[in-house]
């Protein structure tokens, strides 16, 4: 019977749709994981940056103190 055919046509559209619509979603929940971890990583970075920077002022002066 031609109907039922279609019918389980319909079924596994629907299944497929269904299931990307879901990957979508998890692909999605993902991606702003990742944009997290990304801003996190590049604010530590920066407070690295900012540190060594201020480390190294600190040690210039230390040297240039010690050299009068």
Known sequence: DR???????DVYKRQVA?????AASQLNEIGAA???LIQK???AITNTRV??????NALAQWWGSSEE
Not at 3 to 9: A, D, F, I, K, Q
């Open 3 to 9: 109907s039922v055919s279609r019918g389980l046509g």
């Open 18 to 22: 269904d299931n990307l619509t879901s």
């Open 34 to 36: 990742l944009a997290g």
């Open 41 to 43: 990583t590049e604010t």
């Open 51 to 56: 540190s060594f920077t201020n480390t190294d």
